[in-house]
């Protein structure tokens, strides 16, 4: 979704960060945690709920290489370097005839546990990984023969995995990760990213003939000259020399049409299981909270669920999170601030709000350009407060967030979506929003969190979950006879008698995430763009950049930005181009002629639907591409 996981007017629900914070009263809701001294990968309170280390890291792999040993050794270490904000707290590399990988990790539990790369017993298989494996557990127990760990990750199980299964353990693995598998013994390596990309990750060629794996193409710099993303739901395999389609549900059949009723309890339960499963964790944590629908349902959900987790406890020791804060940030202002505020309040949060300035959004854009890897107008525009709030977030010891991105994508929430002249149109919008969503709001929540070490993950996008919503009939889908956007979704937890969240939340308008943080900000950006960049510059874009030419001044500006940190010609096509009205794809602007020559990311664009649209005359060149 456009809004999530931090817009200005985002609050953060958080169990026990372990930094010490200016407020002494927030302190005392902060109590440290111990590590069992008899157990030493996990903590005594990781056993208590089972949960092992998060890993959320950046990976760089290198295959095939003809640079000697110690020459490999030394770029491998050079380039994984600059993936070091992703895992800051320890650096693991293995090189061996021709074959470099390198983790940089951020250890949540027992620094002596869990480091990567990970090796199989024997010492054949290497692996690296990026990213959470949720049914570990099961996976473990489905083995045909008992796994005996070397560490606590739940990462660790894709070794026997591989072992029993081989490339057929891809559709087992429930999560969001990306990662690199070398098999010494047959000479043979694999690489694989989850079902939406949740988590990063590049392929590269060397002009040595060497295959590359990075979780950013920064890694690549002056080494690889031909790259591009890594596709969800796909893996490498040495052996083939070619990317496979591993995820492969009906919705992404051209001829598939959904026809499943609608079942209000099988949304409620499957996207509970969901927020549950991503409870995983060691480490203090929290939920992204904008005050909109989505990132305020998985807040309610995740409050609930901890109770229960306490529950279950009972004569356990008690567990790290004794009162959950909810932290904020936005314009002065702001709608979701305001939003948020209430959530908060209802909910029983300790509050805590930031408030950020347009000068402090601005300074930060040339930082957020580098770190996310992108020139995409809506994304850059929503990135830089979340980026702002992440290293908030972090400076307080908080190492993971739920976030509720993909919601507006599979439920078809966009404001646009009230123009979707039929169903079918509206299905394969959605479609095809969910498809590109790795080259956006996945690659925004993650890279704009990870680039202060702090991980986002995302229970919308649980597999399950998405795949039953996306089988769901689109006609109920429709925004028509007093239906709001995303009615299907607020109406599964319309339950007056124990309500998840206020009705003014519950039913509140869709806000996209760089609107709902003050509608100053995004005129600001476009007041600091006409400054810097000429007409003349405008007129003749297409000659400085060929691929994908801006065609407005903030346009301009952040290609500007990103060609000074990513010259190479393969990383401009890393960026997909074409109109957009509301964060739509070039498709939708067909359904209305009040979308022509009005192509804008904003949720303002859409005039009569926006309850602050722009007014009926204003217009903009196309230029913002989708999300």
């Not at 560490?151 to 995995?161: F, H, K, M, N, Q």
């Not at 969800?232 to 492969?248: A, I, M």
């Not at 709000?353 to 850059?380: C, K, S």
């Not at 996008?461 to 006879?481: G, N, T």
């Amino acid at each position: 979704s456009c809004v999530g996981v931090c817009s200005p007017g985002t609050k953060t629900i958080v169990s026990h960060p372990r930094a010490t914070h200016a407020d002494t009263r927030t302190q005392r809701h902060f109590a440290q945690p111990h590590l069992s001294q008899t157990a030493p990968r996990t903590s005594s309170r990781a056993a208590a709920f089972n949960t092992p280390p998060v890993s959320m890291c950046g990976i760089l792999a290198i295959f095939e290489s003809t640079q000697p040993s110690n020459r490999l050794r030394q770029t491998l270490i050079k380039c994984s370097s600059r993936l070091r904000h992703r895992g800051p707290d320890w650096s693991g590399y293995i090189c061996d005839s021709g074959v470099g990988i390198g983790h940089e990790r951020l250890s949540i539990v027992d620094p002596e546990s869990g480091a990567q790369p990970l090796k199989s017993r024997d010492g054949t298989l290497v692996l690296a990984v990026n990213g959470e494996i949720y049914n570990h557990k099961e996976l473990a127990a489905s083995l045909s023969k008992p796994f005996d760990a070397t560490t606590g990750s739940d990462c660790e199980i894709i070794i026997p995995l591989y072992q029993e299964h081989g490339t057929d353990m891809f559709p087992m693995l429930s999560g969001m990760f990306s990662f690199v598998l070398h098999d010494k013994a047959n000479k043979r390596y694999i690489a694989c990213r989850d079902h939406m990309g949740i988590t990063p990750m590049y392929i590269g060629w060397g002009d040595d003939g060497s295959v590359w794996f990075a979780s950013e193409m920064k890694a690549f710099a002056d080494q690889v000259t031909n790259f591009k993303p890594f596709p969800p739901g796909h893996f490498y395999d040495s052996d083939k020399k070619e990317l496979v389609r591993w995820y492969q549900p009906a919705y992404l059949d051209e001829k598939f049409l959904p026809s499943e009723p609608v079942d209000y309890a099988k949304l409620r339960e499957l996207l509970t299981l969901a927020v549950r499963q991503r409870l995983m964790c060691d480490v203090p944590w929290g939920v992204l909270l904008s005050g909109g629908l989505d990132s305020s349902l998985v807040s309610a959900i995740a409050l609930r669920e901890f109770k229960k987790m306490q529950e279950e406890h009972v004569g356990t020791e008690k567990p790290w999170f004794p009162k959950m804060h909810s932290f904020s940030i936005g314009l002065d202002g702001s709608p979701d601030l305001a939003a948020a505020k209430i959530v908060a309040d209802f909910l029983g949060t300790v509050h805590h709000t930031y408030t950020y300035t347009i000068q402090d959004g601005l300074d930060a854009v040339r930082q957020v350009i580098y770190h996310l890897e992108t020139y995409d107008v809506t994304t850059i525009r929503a990135a830089t407060p979340m980026f702002l709030l992440s290293r908030k977030i972090k400076s307080l010891g908080v190492k993971m967030v739920l976030s509720g991105e993909g919601a507006d994508e599979m439920f078809g929430g966009y404001l646009y979506f009230h123009k979707a002249p039929n169903s079918k149109e509206l299905f394969e919008e959605t479609r095809d929003k969910l498809s590109q969503l790795y080259l956006f709001d996945c690659l925004r929540a993650n890279k704009a969190t990870s680039a202060w070490g702090l991980e986002a993950r995302v229970p919308f996008l649980d597999q399950k979950f998405l795949d039953h919503v996306m089988s769901i009939d689109a006609e109920e889908k429709m925004i028509k006879d007093g239906r709001i956007e995303k009615y299907i979704l607020r109406k599964a937890f319309d339950t007056p008698d124990d309500p998840y969240l206020p009705a003014e939340v519950l039913w509140r308008q869709k806000e996209q995430f760089s609107d709902g943080v003050g509608y100053g900000w995004i005129d600001s950006l476009r007041d600091e763009a006409e400054e810097s960049v000429s007409d003349q510059m405008l007129a003749h874009a297409h000659n400085r950049f060929p691929v994908n030419p801006p065609t407005t001044k903030e346009g301009y500006r952040y290609r500007s930005i990103f060609e000074e940190a990513f010259p190479q010609p393969a990383a401009a096509q890393t960026v997909p181009g074409g109109p957009s009205i509301a964060c739509s794809t070039p498709r939708a602007i067909q359904w209305s002629e009040a979308f022509q020559n009005r192509e804008d990311c904003s949720g303002r664009s859409v005039i009569g639907v926006h309850q602050d649209a722009y007014k009926a005359g204003w217009t903009v060149a196309p230029s913002e591409t989708p999300l």
